[in-house]
């Protein structure tokens, strides 16, 4: 076993079924990070990486995956340990051929790593040292006794340390202290911010961890090269929603009717300024239509999504937050069609009655007139001041500009056939 610096000897060492590990915080679980590289400064993502916990009487499980955003190399692994002790019982792990690994722990450690190259390392070991497996500490570390200066040693077992002899080696805990997470959903949590120190492959990490309920924020890494990661927690389990989402219900009201929406999109444009800016003056204003092949959404205006965008009103008003995303089911149930001629129409078949959302946003010409002051002149009238007169000129000019249009409307019976103007006046 390599050996521990001075300073390691006054820290607590974690045990096997240590009595300070909290079990509380180690619960079957789903969550994703995004995986991002620094450079030039700047953090760039490039993967994703998901975790699933599965914990139960006997065991505890591990799944992770990583992957690339621009390739289909996929990393995953796969721990599964004693739920009472933490004790390993396997590993494996693929990374995307380039090299595959198969152990089992009693005993004795046996297994082998083999390479893209074809190079098998076999491992074959008699071992009396208590470990823990070096992927899943991170999980025993969120259920420690965390506080401010608290320190301690992670006995782990690292396969693929390149020194038979640097297997057995420490997880080092060098700094715990409070510190502020700050989430674009969610608003701020208390972590704590735990500094940690891998013997075997020389990175520094930085956790930080929920001191509520544990959750694993984010996670900074600068490896013994130099190179900085962040992995960042998606929160893919947040649901602000109080309505719950039928996908099936939902899906019969846009597929499962025999009402039509016929309609015409378009924008009125506005040359005004001033006091009339906004205003079509006797409807004189040139339609612009939506171009051929514009799409249209039509989105079924149930509680469920009138809530989703009332959620997204507030967060509009919070300082660098994020929209709150559409469950992939809710969107599902959208239906889109597009323009199909050079005046704006389009159609919506097959639908219930109910309330939707119609909405689309294109491109248009904006002609604006300005005026501007040219000149004044002073008026007299037998030698005596009057007042002034003022010159002025009209400019015009034109621009690009965007519209974008929405509507709600509502089928009343089914069968019915409604013709509708999705329009704005810009």
């Known amino acids: 076993m390599q050996a521990v610096g001075l300073n390691c000897l006054s820290q ?5 079924g240590d009595k300070s590990i909290d079990r509380t915080f180690l619960k079957s679980d789903t969550y994703n990070m995004t995986y991002s590289i620094k450079q030039n400064g700047s953090y760039i993502e490039i993967g994703n990486y998901e975790t699933e916990i599965s914990v139960d009487k006997q065991n505890f499980e591990v799944k992770t995956t990583l992957a690339f955003h621009k390739s ?12 009472n002790s933490f004790k390993p019982v396997s590993s494996s792990s693929d990374r995307s051929g380039d090299r595959t690994l198969k152990l089992n722990f009693s005993d004795k450690i046996v297994g082998e790593i083999q390479y893209k190259n074809g190079k098998k390392t076999q491992i074959n070991e008699l071992t009396n040292k208590e470990f823990f497996d070096i992927a899943t500490y991170p999980y025993i570390l969120k259920a420690l006794p965390l506080k401010s200066g608290y320190k301690a040693i992670i006995p782990v077992y690292d396969y693929e340390a390149v020194d038979t002899n640097e297997r057995y080696c420490n997880v080092i805990i060098k700094e715990v202290k409070t510190d502020l997470f700050v989430s674009t959903l969610t608003g701020e949590h208390q972590v704590w911010k735990v500094s940690v120190f891998e013997e075997s492959t020389k990175h520094n990490f930085q956790y930080y961890i929920d001191k509520s309920n544990r959750k694993i924020w984010q996670i900074n890494i600068v490896s013994a090269k130099g190179d900085v990661i962040l992995l960042k927690n998606k929160e893919t389990d947040f649901n602000p929603f109080k309505n719950k989402f039928d996908k099936e219900e939902t899906l019969k009201l846009v597929n499962n009717g025999n009402s039509t929406i016929e309609g015409v999109a378009f924008a009125r444009d506005n040359e005004n300024e001033g006091a009339l800016k906004g205003i079509a003056v006797l409807n004189i204003n040139k339609k612009q239509y939506a171009p051929k092949g514009t799409t249209i959404v039509l989105m079924p205006y149930t509680a469920y999504y009138k809530e989703w965008m009332e959620l997204n009103k507030k967060q509009a008003k919070i300082k660098n937050a994020q929209p709150i995303p559409l469950p992939k089911d809710a969107f599902d149930c959208f239906k889109f069609t597009t323009v199909y ?19 689309t946003s294109f491109g248009y010409n904006h002609t604006s007139k300005r005026t501007e002051v040219a000149g004044i002149s002073d008026v007299y009238y037998k030698g005596n001041y009057v007042g002034s007169n003022v010159y002025t000129s009209v400019f015009s000019y034109s621009v690009a500009g965007q519209a974008n249009l929405q509507k709600v409307i509502s089928i009343n019976k089914d069968g019915e056939k409604l013709n509708i103007k999705l329009k704005k006046t810009l």
Do not use: R
């Open 72 to 83: 289909d190399v996929l990393w995953k692994d796969h721990f599964i340990a004693d739920a």
């Open 341 to 359: 001629d050079d005046e704006g129409h389009f159609e919506f078949t097959n639908l219930l009655p109910g309330e939707y959302l119609l909405s």
């Open 12 to 16: 607590t060492k974690i045990l096997l």
